[in-house]
């Protein structure tokens, strides 16, 4: 894993010479490459391949959301997870939407910072447990299910779908190849989405909408 080539997107040089510094000290091969804001990192990542990507929030020019939405447009396999000197919850969730992997606040130290990055190399959604639960409760909150306008993402639908046909995370994980963590989180987010209480609603919601 030390071998990932990194790049900090961040307007302030002191949080990016942070993440650089302590990056350093966790014996990484490649050294951390910085970009100021999203302009400059869309650019680098047209010319240069990165592995992971710490991306600021809130950001001048273009936020780190939309510079999200662009870098992973150019590239589906990238690790991108969000950060933040706050955690808005509403930003957040435009965050994941846009397809980052993870979110966390920037006083992470360094072994969090470590487990951070093995976690989502490995597959995983990474999140704070402080907002994890308000993040999911938050997402079903503004999301309509009255009628037909919850858009799920490809992913979604494939695991609502495995759910729906009774194969647990374990076997959704593999079918899938993707992390456990990864599956029991899209579940939860998809009991919440849908204001299921078990698989059977599950089922009939996605019925209902011509899901299955």
């Given at each position: 894993?030390?071998?990932l080539?990194?790049l900090?997107?961040?307007?302030?040089?002191?949080i990016?010479k942070?993440?650089?510094?302590?990056?350093?000290?966790?014996n990484?091969?490649?050294?951390?490459?910085?970009?100021?804001d999203?302009?400059?990192?869309i650019?680098?990542m047209?010319t240069?391949?990165?592995?992971?990507?710490?991306?600021?929030?809130?950001?001048?020019k273009?936020s780190?959301?939309?510079?999200?939405?662009?870098i992973?447009?150019?590239?589906k396999?990238?690790?991108?997870?969000g950060?933040s000197?706050?955690s808005?919850?509403?930003?957040?969730s435009k965050l994941?939407?846009?397809?980052a992997?993870?979110?966390?606040?920037?006083?992470i130290?360094s072994?969090?910072?470590?487990q951070?990055?093995q976690?989502?190399?490995?597959?995983?959604?990474?999140?704070?447990?402080?907002?994890k639960?308000?993040?999911?409760e938050?997402d079903?909150?503004h999301?309509?299910?009255?009628n037909?306008?919850?858009?799920f993402?490809?992913?979604q639908?494939?695991?609502?779908n495995?759910?729906?046909n009774q194969?647990?995370s374990?076997?959704?994980a593999?079918?899938?190849?993707?992390?456990?963590k990864?599956?029991?989180?899209?579940?939860?987010n998809?009991?919440?989405l849908?204001?299921?209480k078990?698989?059977?609603g599950?089922i009939?919601?996605?019925?209902?909408?011509?899901?299955l």
């Amino acid at each position: 894993m030390n071998h990932l080539k990194i790049l900090v997107v961040d307007d302030h040089p002191l949080i990016r010479k942070g993440f650089e510094s302590i990056l350093k000290g966790l014996n990484f091969d490649t050294p951390s490459v910085n970009a100021s804001d999203g302009f400059e990192a869309i650019a680098l990542m047209k010319t240069k391949k990165f592995d992971f990507v710490f991306m600021d929030i809130h950001m001048p020019k273009m936020s780190g959301i939309e510079a999200t939405k662009e870098i992973r447009a150019l590239d589906k396999s990238i690790k991108i997870v969000g950060i933040s000197a706050y955690s808005e919850i509403d930003l957040i969730s435009k965050l994941f939407k846009a397809g980052a992997n993870g979110f966390t606040d920037k006083t992470i130290d360094s072994k969090e910072l470590y487990q951070l990055i093995q976690s989502v190399y490995s597959g995983n959604i990474y999140l704070p447990k402080s907002i994890k639960d308000e993040l999911l409760e938050f997402d079903a909150k503004h999301t309509s299910t009255s009628n037909a306008e919850i858009k799920f993402t490809l992913k979604q639908k494939n695991i609502l779908n495995l759910i729906c046909n009774q194969f647990s995370s374990k076997e959704i994980a593999l079918i899938l190849n993707i992390a456990n963590k990864t599956v029991e989180w899209h579940r939860a987010n998809l009991f919440k989405l849908t204001n299921s209480k078990n698989v059977a609603g599950l089922i009939k919601y996605a019925f209902k909408k011509g899901i299955l």
